[in-house]
């Protein structure tokens, strides 16, 4: 049996699906708070609704259980910056019992951790690798990096088979927030005007939902070991704007705002160790927004 935490929110619920696809066991645990139960709608899989701190959730890793997929968690800056104590609480105090039950068990369940590159902050350099100085400017940073390293020691300490690893900024169907559904929401309501945060020079590595579930599915080495993916391709906000618009038919007058707290200005992501996984992105930016602004155009 393989367990999928947070299995109804965005990268849960496509890794979910790609699992059963597959023909593997599933059992889907979340507690609804963010996911969205439509998501998961028609898959041939068990669904647990409970939190990752409650005593049930534990009880259904056992010896039967050969990975956790733990993608539960608060995944959103600002809602980290408003309440940072359910910030810690989700990612921090969720992993830690996770780990703990396992390695009190003596079990030999597999854990990959959804972590992200909030971890890094405003990075000393780019491209950024993986043992690069992590700084990060948010709450959600800092409990993400937490479970990194909880993962990383519980691995080298007791043996627990971990990786972890560092998304960075994910698009496509579903995901209901973030800039690249922000701005379609805008244009959406005035096709004319787009107001965007800061200076739009911000640098970023969006990758689309599928290559994300790639890179989680091609891990081998659960040793502790920690990967940044991504598409292999930066781009600026600004370019995000233009792509959306572009994609849209639209041709919309661009508006500066103030910047949005928590926020580092550039990303550029070196993935060479998840490819030597045989990770290969398959889904361009260009095909990703027109798959994302297709799906939202059927709802």
Known sequence: MIIVTGGTGFLGSFLAERLIREGRDVTIVDDLSTGDAANIAGLKCSFVRCDINDRNFLDLVDNDT????????????????????????????????????????????????????AVYG????????????????????????????????????????????????????????????????????????????????????????????????????????????????????????????AAMGLSPRFEFDAERKGDPVTWVPNIDKIKGMGYKPKVGFEEGIKRTVEWLNGH
């Open 66 to 117: 050969e990975a956790v997929y733990h993608f539960a968690a608060n995944a959103y800056v600002p809602t980290s910056i408003a309440d940072p104590r359910r910030d810690f609480r989700s990612n921090v105090e969720g992993t830690f019992n996770l780990l703990e039950h396992v390695r009190k068990c003596g079990l030999g369940t597999k854990i990959l951790y959804a972590s992200s590159a």
């Open 122 to 245: 405003n990075p000393s350099r780019n491209p950024i690798f993986e043992h690069d100085r992590t700084l990060p400017v948010s709450p959600y940073g800092c409990s993400k990096l937490a479970g990194e390293h909880y993962c990383t020691v519980y691995s080298k300490l007791y043996g627990l088979k971990t990786a972890s690893l560092r998304f960075f900024s994910s698009f496509g169907p579903r995901l209901k927030k973030q800039v690249i559904y922000d701005f379609m929401c805008k244009l959406r309501e005035n096709g004319k005007v787009l107001k965007i945060a800061g200076d739009g020079k911000q640098v970023r590595d969006f990758n689309y939902v599928d290559n994300h579930i790639d890179a989680a599915l091609v891990v081998k080495d659960f040793d502790g070991s920690v990967f940044n993916v991504a598409s292999g391709r930066t781009v600026t906000v600004l370019d995000v704007a233009k792509g959306v618009s």
